[in-house]
């Protein structure tokens, strides 16, 4: 049986949200074990009151927590029995598989980094977004894609993006049940010349030394139209095209208000569909498929957007079980291995 | 009286709409001459079809010209007498004051860094991108503002930033009479630490050696708000943004297909904006703010969008006239000093 520690004090509505979350996973998830960490004393009246499966969840006490707005570093130096770094140690130590956080992303990805290795050939880590797109992807159907690295390594170099590729992939293959994704670079055109050097050298890399599904360079356009199943980007870009999507329903509110002001059927049309907006915002915002994972580590960490309620933590837990059971960390590592060995043995390509 | 010389040979409807166009603008710019530059046998026969003032209007040959899929510098090669060209040499040699084209845009650059100038102090120009914003900006309460660069400087380090943020500042205060634009570097968080190298050193510039109202850093959400009035990044970045912001309409539809099949009424307020959707397409599509500022040069070129018709064609011309007359390139020229004389002086503030 699996086990994953959820930081229970960790984002916007924790411990409530986080608590009753884990709640409902241990009756929706039964061949999952939970690890509640953080303040027993704040924890177990919540527990109390929520229906759950007492023998799928535990709590792991820890005397400290990291807030929003914390600084990562320091507030992981400050405060050595935070939750996070609990129930990252927990995962290192083998007490459990995976880690949910919806807490401080740059503690998260911290701790992890100080207590896990990192897959042999990753020498920088990506945290991957899943995003809504019109195009369904994989076996499942799923109406989304994966884009990393979106704030973990803002310069990526060559390197980085063909580990992120690969990274990608693994993730995609292994829990969206897509047998070969295709994994696309962000570039400034579609042509294979087009980008900054590090996009140009990647793209050759792909291209040459990996047995990925590699479609090529795709552009800003092809993100919300899911043209790739995977879109590899440094993590700046990555950072700043997050956050457009994210305030996509805001966007044409703004740019409906200014266009249409005159016109009444496009303001009837706006009033019937703000519910819509409302809803499209919620999508964006992670709320039904988990979270985002962070990739590069011999363990998992599904962070979960700080704004989740109890349903988006049941299913980050959910989507940690099936990382976790499917092998995406050993996928990562074989894909490594033989990216390495394809440049090694002078270019013929691995797939 | 300004000149401009129109490309009318470049864009997906030339030569006829550019011709209309420039008939137009004869018509209601009368304090413009303009040139038509291109292939005679083609423009005359649609002058003699379109009402125009004769008097404003006059035609230069050109032999060949660049078509949307050929090679920038290939083409120039081995095309000498293209119209773009012979347009950007009427301007270098005082012929004309600014260049309209909605041709090939690497053409147009080209073209223009081949015959024109560098302001002093400005090692690469940009392309700067006017798009919609909900907040109004400037005495005109325009509703749109500026990003730059949007591809012509992929790798901007933090001199190149500046020198954006001082050419937008530039551009914004002469043409959308707007005296203090507010200028911000795009970054993956709002605090001057944030982002990669570049734009923490451009920050540090930007707050220590200009007289700009620099706002500081902003994020991918800030774009669409229209938080600032000119946003500064990498080529690269602007670039992949610009694209998304190009699809925003088609973005929202297909989310919405995705998440709202099932509820009436959002399907009945979906077609009901159709037709609004389709202004936004158009409006992001620089239909009607006549086209994107090539920026760096000791003249100006005006790169109208390539499915450019008669009235952006008209509104791109009016546009070149304003910034001619408004001499966005010598406050180019006055901003590059006072940042030089700053930054040599040791650090006072220039403004």
């Not at 074990?33 to 799928?56: K, M």
């Not at 990274?167 to 897509?178: F, T």
């Not at 962070?294 to 957007?305: E, M, P, S, T, V």
Request: hydrophobic share 45%; charged share 25%; proline share 3%.
């Amino acid at each position: 049986m699996l086990t994953i520690a959820v930081d229970a004090m960790g984002g916007d509505n924790a411990p409530l949200e986080t608590v009753r979350g884990a709640a409902l996973a241990s009756l929706e998830a039964r061949h999952l074990q939970i690890v509640l960490v953080g303040d027993q004393r704040r924890i177990e009246p919540i527990l109390e009151e929520t229906r759950h499966d007492a023998e799928r969840l535990s709590v792991l006490h820890a005397g400290s927590f990291v807030t929003m707005d914390d600084k990562p570093a320091e507030a992981l130096t400050q405060k050595p029995d935070c939750s996070v770094l609990v129930a990252a140690r927990l995962v290192a130590e083998g007490g459990a598989d995976a880690l949910v956080s919806a807490g401080n992303t740059g503690a998260g990805v911290l701790a992890a980094a100080r207590t896990w290795k990192r897959v042999p050939g990753v020498r920088r880590a990506a945290l991957a977004a899943v995003y809504p797109t019109e195009q369904r992807h994989g076996d499942k159907q799923d109406p989304f894609s994966l884009l990393l690295d979106v704030g973990a390594t803002l310069d990526a170099d060559a390197d980085d993006l063909v580990a992120f590729a690969l990274m990608g992939a693994a993730y995609a293959s292994r829990v969206s049940k897509n047998a070969r994704p295709k994994v696309a670079l962000l570039s400034n055109g579609s042509e294979a010349g087009k980008g900054p050097a590090s996009v140009v050298e990647a793209h050759k890399l792909l291209t040459s030394h990996t047995g990925l599904n590699f479609i090529g360079n795709v552009e800003g356009i092809d993100i919300p139209r899911g043209t790739a199943d995977v879109i590899v980007c440094s993590g700046f870009v990555g950072n700043v095209v997050l956050k457009m999507l994210e305030g996509v329903s805001e966007t044409v509110m703004s740019l409906a208000r200014y266009a249409y002001k005159e016109k009444m059927v496009w303001r009837l049309g706006l009033m019937m569909l703000s519910g819509g907006f409302q809803r499209i915002k919620e999508v964006t915002d992670w709320e039904q498929y988990g979270g985002a994972p962070f990739l590069g580590f011999d363990r998992l960490y599904i962070k979960a957007h700080g704004r989740s309620k109890q349903r988006a933590i049941a299913n980050a837990i959910k989507v940690a079980g099936k990382a976790a059971a499917h092998g995406v960390v050993e996928e990562i590592a074989k894909g490594m291995r033989e990216f390495e060995a394809s440049r090694q043995g002078g270019g013929a390509k691995a797939g």
